[in-house]
């Protein structure tokens, strides 16, 4: 990335009458070894009668000579130059051998010719003392220049001094203050003391206003700035002279523009010469104008650009409201560290400590930005095959309302800190939530580990392997055992409260009982995970189907269609529409009812789920039981925290979810190969997805996480995964999917029909291997029953959403991934899930929040806004189910297509309905011809096309057929494309 600046800078000396001037010197033009590329470079100076000539001093400096004949008012220099900035890593050198550390020596050979640079000045006792203070033991070269560098920084003052020369060394550090010139001559008599080659630099330096505000260190510049500075040179064998820039502490980059570089001061004046005494004016004036800008990271669009999306944005979302698509928008973008990218768990591990360090830093931020008084959540994320254990989860919940959920923060535990609790502090929190739930405190079941188990895993061991002994293979399994065996078998891991909601009549309440086991003891499955998801519950009776009570999800055909936005009092009495009571657990203590089955008693009504307290690490964990309602759980939440103040044993929630409920909203923090995803919450409107957009990436940049990576050869590119998006709505009868399934068969069919899109907005990788193969790379017959589906969808009156979920189950579900356009998650249509598509995965940068709004989802939003106005024909096998056809399509998409399909907005004309109708029985390749009526091919050919697919026609609903069909229209592309009408339009630049 580069900015193209132009640099002007004027000095001016008035005289009070005209006076004779001596030959001059000017050292103004950037020097030979500057690596800042000067694309132009101007000098003008009056009075314009004067002789000029070039030269290059001993050093290798420019020079500009000038004699002036006549007598002049003034003295005026103006220099004008063009730089691009491309950034410079100042890094980027390779010492040679001998010279890897510190101290060092030259060769003879070097010595000779850096005589000059090594001259030394006597030092006074300050110097002496600063030279002193400089560590010699052995070390990295660059680190030793970087400290000394840095040090001096912090040591001497910056100060703007306008007298002329440069201090004594003495002076800078018994002021210990200086202009850039002072501490620059300074580092380079230490230098010198050092045995290092070392050179004054007088130059330009150029400071532009960040994009963004660092998070540590100097803020820079408020405004773009430019002025004269002074640096210092060393000259390392093997990298030439790198500059340092003691004034920031830095070393020299793109900014610094060296004009002159000399032994000493003296010879890099900007300006030497004399004339008659006489009383002068000096004026000076510099200035830096940005004059081209590449589109970067940081600031992706102009200011007029942005505001253009903005606008645009803001009509797609009147079109949708005209067209009563009830769309919202989720995403997962990922993030990696911006400090240390090189580490495994930013490439290729799950895994890390530092990962997990930046997720709860990220996610605390988020919370507090979005979701005040939210329930903070500790789940269970992905857990693929070789993985040992799932990985985590932070989840937070909150209400659309804003009702706070959990009230007061200090009741909530910090994952980061050690409390130091125990099981007595689990025990005392267990009795105190058993009071809040008006239940008897003697139903908590202490929790053991499984004694049996581990003396058999001991019994297992060499004879000469201590259990607590690092030879053990698995480190994982190392580490339990360790742990086991250090707080010993006797240790109570925990206390397990069987609880469940009960319904009665129009209320409900909280409902336990005992557990009758095969042990004395409750001991628990052996692992690491939570004790919630290690309890023996396969030990508890046996009890007949119709006796058991089974945890249902909300059928969400039930919810109203529009969200309800009620706040806590009302969440907790509302339940969802067709609830009914349970006939089996009513009032009564379960202990007291039996059941007969066979001439066998057993006990009926047992609670099998649990409420789990486990200290762990220091920290109180409470495990969340699954419940039916949200309602429930929000009450059972409260109880915690009313539990947690009254203890003062802060807790962290773990285990089950809330239950779906659209009056509820969350995100979520979870790990994933080489990145951090973050799963926001969905947005119905564009000026939400900018708040979040906006809000997640400050948020992200603060917690020192980068939504970009580099290639190997410095390219920019994105985190992988996560970019792709879910398209839905606030509950599932309002999914414009489910609503609309006309909707959702348009955008299928069109994306299907424009395989070029799907390829110009790829990455590296394309085809069915790919993360976002298209429907017709994977099997040949999938687009022969996608069109059977659409067939389905195309009867009259509206297709109910059980249809549309039975239609498209088997051709667009997520498999690792790895799905263009995708319904996600269908079980059932009685899940939740049931009711979102997601798009396909975006990989290019997107390491802003305006760039990660402007590529997926506004063109997103823009497609299902140009599918509800011009839906386009339902025909999906127009085109062959061949690469290379898709490739061929590629570079034939008008760009008024383009801009057509990306506004979202425009109308279609009754002409151009009436041709859509045309294509739709003529079914010829993606819709139309890509080329003008005029230069059509030849009837020939259109003749072999109408054979092709009148055959498509007759034979579309076979796979043999289609294949078959697809080798035809392969030939016709081929012959199409090599003819010179098609070579003669590809080449004239009018087609993207």
């Not at 060296?258 to 004026?283: H, N, Q, R």
């Not at 973008?333 to 360090?357: M, N």
């Not at 209320?507 to 690491?528: I, K, N």
């Amino acid at each position: 990335m580069s900015n193209r600046v132009a640099l002007h800078h004027r000095t001016e000396y008035k005289f009070d009458r005209s006076v004779r001037l001596s030959p001059h010197i000017i050292r103004l033009r950037p020097a030979p070894h500057c690596r800042t590329h000067i694309e132009s470079y101007s000098l003008q100076v009056e009075p314009r009668k004067q002789f000029l000539n070039w030269q290059q001093d001993p050093y290798g400096n420019y020079l500009a000579r000038l004699v002036f004949p006549d007598a002049a008012p003034r003295l005026r220099i103006d220099v004008d130059l063009v730089a691009n900035l491309t950034v410079i890593n100042p890094f980027d050198f390779f010492l040679e051998e001998g010279y890897f550390h510190f101290p060092f020596t030259y060769t003879e050979d070097q010595l000779t010719d850096l005589a000059p640079y090594l001259k030394k000045e006597t030092p006074g006792p300050l110097l002496k003392k600063a030279i002193a203070g400089i560590p010699r033991h052995k070390q990295q070269t660059l680190d030793f220049l970087v400290e000394v560098n840095r040090k001096l920084q912090e040591q001497i003052a910056y100060v703007i001094r306008m007298e002329p020369g440069v201090q004594r060394c003495e002076e800078t550090l018994e002021k210990e203050s200086g202009s850039c010139r002072d501490t620059s001559w300074l580092l380079v008599q230490m230098l010198r003391h050092c045995g290092i080659a070392a050179r004054f630099v007088s130059g330009y330096l150029i400071q532009l206003k960040a994009d963004v505000k660092p998070v540590e260190g100097p803020e820079g510049p408020e405004e773009d700035f430019t002025d004269l500075h002074a640096w210092t040179e060393v000259y390392l064998p093997g990298a030439g002279w790198v500059g340092l820039d003691p004034t920031s502490g830095l070393l020299a980059g793109e900014g610094h523009i060296p004009l002159a570089c000399t032994p000493d001061p003296t010879g890099a004046a900007p300006v030497v010469g004399s004339l008659e005494k006489c009383e002068t004016e000096f004026e000076f004036a510099m200035s830096v104008q940005r004059i081209w800008e590449m589109p970067r990271i940081s600031k992706p669009f102009s200011d007029s650009a942005w505001a253009d999306i903005d606008a645009l944005g803001l009509r797609v979302d009147a079109a949708l409201r005209a067209q009563d698509v009830r769309l919202t928008m989720g995403g997962e973008p990922t993030f990696v560290s911006d400090i240390d990218r090189e580490d495994e768990q930013w490439h290729t591990a799950a895994l890390g400590d530092e990962k997990w360090q930046k997720g709860v830093e990220m996610f605390d931020r988020l919370s507090k930005r979005f979701a005040a008084g939210a329930v903070h959540h500790v789940g269970q994320g992905k857990w693929y095959p070789g993985e040992r254990l799932p990985r985590w989860s932070f989840d937070c919940f909150w209400l659309k309302d804003g009702t706070p959920l959990w009230r007061n923060p200090a009741d909530r535990g910090d994952p980061r800190k050690d409390y130091g609790f125990t099981d007595a502090d689990a025990d005392m929190l267990m009795q105190a939530l058993c009071s809040e739930l008006e239940v008897s405190g003697k139903l908590a079941i202490p929790a053991y580990e499984d004694v049996f188990y581990y003396l058999w895993r001991e019994r297992r061991l060499p004879g000469n392997v201590d259990p607590l002994d690092s030879k053990l293979d698995d480190p994982e399994e190392r580490a339990q055992l360790m742990k086991v065996f250090d707080q010993g078998l006797e240790h109570v891991v925990g206390y397990a409260l069987p609880l469940r909601a009960v319904y009665g009549g129009p209320d409900w309440h909280w409902e336990s009982g005992e557990w009758f086991l095969r042990t004395e003891r409750m001991y628990l499955m052996p692992g690491d995970s939570p004790m919630g998801l290690r309890l023996p519950l396969d030990s508890l009776p046996w009890e007949v189907e119709t006796e058991r009570h089974t945890v249902y999800t909300a059928d969400p055909a039930g919810w109203p269609a529009r969200s309800s936005k009620a706040g806590w009092p009302e969440l907790q009495r509302q339940l969802p529409t067709g609830r009914k009571p349970s006939a089996v657990t009513m009032n009564l203590d379960p202990m007291e009812r039996t059941a007969r089955s066979g001439g066998v008693d057993y006990p009926a009504g047992i609670v099998r789920t649990a409420l789990c307290v486990e200290a762990r690490n220091g920290r109180v964990h409470v495990f969340m039981p699954p419940l039916d309602e949200a309602p429930q759980y929000f009450a059972l939440v409260r109880a915690i925290e009313n539990a947690a103040a009254k203890t003062g044993v802060p807790v962290i929630l773990e285990g089950y979810d809330p239950p779906f409920d659209p009056r509820i909203n969350s995100f979520s923090i979870r790990p994933d190969p080489g990145v951090l995803e973050i799963n926001i919450h969905p947005a119905a409107s564009w000026k939400e997805r900018k708040e979040i957009a906006f809000g997640l990436y400050e948020d992200a940049r603060e917690t020192r996480l980068s939504a970009e990576k580099y290639a190997v050869d410095g390219r920019a590119t994105g985190t992988g995964g996560g970019g792709h998006l879910v398209l839905g709505g606030p509950t599932p009868v309002e999914s414009p999917f489910l609503r609309r399934p006309d909707l959702l068969r348009s955008m299928l069919s069109f994306w299907h029909n424009h395989p070029g899109l799907s390829y110009l907005f790829t990455g590296l990788f394309v085809g069915p291997t790919s993360q976002a193969p298209r429907v017709d790379e994977a099997r040949n017959d999938m687009t022969a029953e996608l069109e059977v589906a659409f067939r389905q969808l195309s009867r009259e009156g509206a297709t109910p959403p059980w249809l549309v979920d039975r239609l498209f189950r088997n051709l667009l579900v997520e498999l690792f991934e790895q799905s263009d356009d995708l319904l996600d998650r269908l079980p059932s249509f009685q899940s939740c899930l049931a009711a979102s598509i997601r798009s396909s995965n975006w990989s290019s940068v997107m390491g802003s929040a305006s760039e990660s709004l402007n590529r997926p989802p506004l063109k997103r939003f823009s497609l299902v806004v140009s599918a509800c106005e011009n839906p386009p024909p339902s025909i999906v096998c127009q085109r062959p189910c061949s690469m290379s056809a898709a490739y061929s399509v590629l570079p034939r998409i008008p760009r008024n297509k383009l801009v057509k399909l990306f506004s979202g907005i425009s109308a279609t004309s009754s002409a151009n309905m009436v041709k859509r109708q045309r294509i739709k029985k003529r079914a010829t390749f993606s819709g139309s011809w890509p080329w003008p009526s005029n230069e059509r091919p030849s009837l020939a050919k259109r003749s072999a096309t109408s054979r092709v697919t009148r055959a498509l026609t007759r034979d579309g609903s076979s796979a043999l057929g289609l294949v078959q069909i697809s080798r035809k229209r392969s030939r016709v592309f081929s012959s199409l494309r090599s003819s010179s009408l098609t070579r003669k339009r590809l080449a004239s630049g009018n087609c993207v």
